[in-house]
């Protein structure tokens, strides 16, 4: 089997050859290196490719493997995997695609690194982001945008576009992103890849850096909604390194994927959410949205109609609660403990606040320092009640709406973003036509609730368009089955997964 095939099978097809002995570790590895190699001068997923790690990581676990000494680990043991540079890595360069942090080199893991070392699964690299995840196209990173694959004169979405193109474009099987208003999900509707933000609480966040506390969550990137599932398995459950973790049991996702490919929906109720499509959709956004709610309903689903009135207003909730907590967490970077320090110019008194002003100055990009501004007003005596306090009760408003929907609906639906994927400048000059780009991603991060966005096929423009699920809180697994479901009905009706339309030159060679 060539190298350029193996890259384009699933995680859990690859695992399913590293379980067998027909590849080690080591292949897949070398396999992803080389497409990275080539695919990289176009598509720039990566802040970091780290070979020699990953190529160390995959040998320990073939010979671990060799020794009968792999038993009882997950399955997609052996199988490597690209990390979003917000998630800090041990001896591996962490800069969140800032300057702030360039050269940073963290001395412990997070969680889900832990979790994924044991698992044997072999880190690639570190892929790009917006500055600090903020941001919806990735031209916020300070080294430069990522590219997306279907077109590379276009964005990938953000803030994990990295993540989202690396697997898109088969430089990696998995990827894991993190998700505050929709940067794991609207990179996945952008560039057809299926990318989930689980529950509030569900995945450790120890070692993501912090953007918005309440509201941030890792995820799963990947090309499949079982991998997904087999991901977000190894990286769920209980921590107690975050004090917001939820003490359950990690939910049976697997088991609901593999569920749901058998197709049957029926005695589940599926809730269209009202006011979360129509007007202000890309016509072929909203025709594969009705097409693939037309499939649901042919696999045996109930499709009902319901309405969370207060979603309207969590677009501007979520743009005062999130910059106010940006600008408490960003206040770490002061050129004193770690990072970037830059001294004050001659003639200026050389103090520590001078020190500070300097190197923030130098060390932010444009849209972290509006978001420190606007969060700061919003916390400031005087205004704290009437912006903070009044955001803060539309976010339980959004949440009784969640709960009163999830009475008449099992899991709710929409578009995962309102546009397919737009081209590079597009929106730079207009922060809040690039805040728009979240509107049907940011209720979940609000209510906590776990979600996911699958590809629902090409719009007019040959763009990939994506579907979003949403489960109640603590129950990710009710939406792996219809998505599991959906993604068989859709693969069927093309003849093949998505990426069977994607042009993939750097695969040729
Ligand atoms: N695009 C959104 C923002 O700019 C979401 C970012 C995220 O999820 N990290 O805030």
Known sequence: MSDTHIVTLSAAEMAAKVASGEVSSRELVEAHLKVIESAEPAIKAFLKVVPDEALKQADAFDAKKAAGETEGLPELA?????????????????????????GWIPPYDATVITKLKAAGMPLLGKTNLDEFAQGSSTEHSAYGPTHNPWDTTRVPGGSGGGSASAVAAFEAPLALGTDTGGSIRQPGALTGTVGVKPTYGAVSRFGAIA???????????SRTVLDAALLQEVIGGHDVRDSTSIPMKVPAMVAAAREGAKRDLSGMRIGLVKELSGDGYQPGVQARFDESVALLKDMGAQIVEVSCPHLEYALGAYYIIMPSEVSSNLARYDGMRYGLRVMPPDGVPQTAANMMAATREAGFGDEVKRRIVLGTYALSAGYYDAWYGSAQKVRTLIIEDFHKAFEQADVLVSPTSPTTAFKFGAKMDDPLAMYMNDIDTIPANMAGTPAMSIPAGLSDDGL????????????????????AALEAALDERRGGPIWGSLKTPWLAK
């Open 78 to 102: 052996g199988v490597p995997i690209a990390i979003k540079d917000l998630i800090v890595t041990k001896g591996i360069e962490t800069t969140a695609a800032s300057k702030i942090l360039q």
């Open 211 to 221: 953007m918005a506390s309440s509201l941030d969550q890792i995820g799963p990137v």
């Open 464 to 483: 990939p368009v994506g579907f979003q699920f949403i489960a109640p809180q603590k129950r990710d697994d009710v939406m792996y089955k219809p998505a």
